[in-house]
């Protein structure tokens, strides 16, 4: 099938909400050929496509343009936007910090920082934007896992700098659309770049901070910073290297976590018969007595359940774009050499060949009776094949962990102003935010 749409509607699209694009086919096709401005582009939606996309041919296609255009001004070599051998040489440098180990060692920094959070709910019944508050809260786990808190510059300034930074840095600029030259200032992105320049001293003020303390033998926290810091050398990281991973770490995981949280947090209170279930369980387990929060995400299999469930419907990142570099073939689908392939969690998540009853909210499909029954390559909240997310386990123990200590003390029902449409910037944001009723639970 192939779609056509005029170029200045489609960037008047791209520019407030990507997600419009996608009209019916794309929820009932295997694929869709679209032709846009004259670029050919495919969305893929078939595990099979999707599996040889950025599995199993995965070698034959590179981040597409667009999409470096608008990260790499910010995240530069970071994992995120690095490619061939920076890309290769910095993920296998990389593997040994995001170990099992080092993810169970940040657990009672999730606890610790999400009990504290819990107690701003002063107020019994208070209207708050839980998307705002998820954004605060993943924001201090993030500060906490990753600096200890040990961060340069005066208190606070590195929190708004981070805001700044998303609020503007969040959208396609339609130049980038037009393919214009970088050298023409984006007028979307200004305000965004100050901001980074800022950021970016603070971080290596940081980093130059610890790294001061390692070089004198002073005992340091064993952090992401410190373990970045440990891979410093011909064969790992430069230090640019590590101030641009610092930089992505806080892009690809603090927006995306809070995200898929205050999407769970909403779809609850939607299905209170599926709220029931997993305070069952969370209520059960903490009348167990302490378990170490390392323990959480597997002793809590309902509530992950309830998680995993809410980013099928709501994919922080939901879409993967790539470029195919040489001409390629699937079956009977000839993919030419620079066309973008989408593979889209969005689309696919909500598939009416792959899912029963798509858009209804059924944490049961995650189950662990039921897990087995899913496809690798119909559920991609974390993508797949080499650059699969890196912090994946880190982000479900840190869902679940929030999650367990937000719902045990409070009930977060939807208001008549809770009113979110899903909206695509760097994630899948809730225009209108998510304005719930707390209330305290004992
Ligand atoms: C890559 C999603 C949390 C760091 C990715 C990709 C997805 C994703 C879909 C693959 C992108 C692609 O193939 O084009 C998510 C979601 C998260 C999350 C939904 C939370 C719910 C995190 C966290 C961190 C992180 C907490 C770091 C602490 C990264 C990095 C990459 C990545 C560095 C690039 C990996 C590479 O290219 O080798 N993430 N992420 N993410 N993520 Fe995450």
Known sequence: RTKRVGRLE????????PLELWGEPSYNEPWVEVDWMGMRTIIANDPGLIRHVLVDNAKNYRMAAVRQRILRPILRDGLLTAEGEVWKRSRKAMAPVFTPRHIHGFASAMQERSEAFAGRYQTPGVVSDVARDMTLLTYDILAATLFSGEIAGEPGQFAKEIDNLFETMGRVDPLDLLGAPQWLPRFTQIRGRRSLAFFRKIVADTVAMRKDRMAKGEDVPSDFLTLLLKTEGPDGLSRAEIEDNIITFIGAGHETTARALGWTLYLLAEAPWERDIVEAEIDSFMREGPVPPHQWLDRLPLTRAAFEEAMRLYPPAPSLNRE???????????????????????TIHRHRLYWENPDAFIPARFHPENRGKIDRFQYLP?????????????ALQEGVIALAILLSRYRFDTVSQTKPWPVQKLTTQPEGGLPMKVTPRR
């Not at 390629?328 to 969690?345: C, F, H, N, Q, W």
């Not at 974390?382 to 880190?394: E, H, K, L, S, Y």
């Open 382 to 394: 974390f993508g797949a094949g080499p650059r699969v997310c890196i912090g994946a386990t880190f």
């Open 324 to 346: 195919a570099v040489e001409d390629d073939r699937y079956g009977d689908l000839t993919i030419e050499k620079g066309s973008t392939v989408l593979a889209m969690p969005w």
């Open 10 to 17: 489609l960037i008047r699209i791209i520019y407030r909400n």
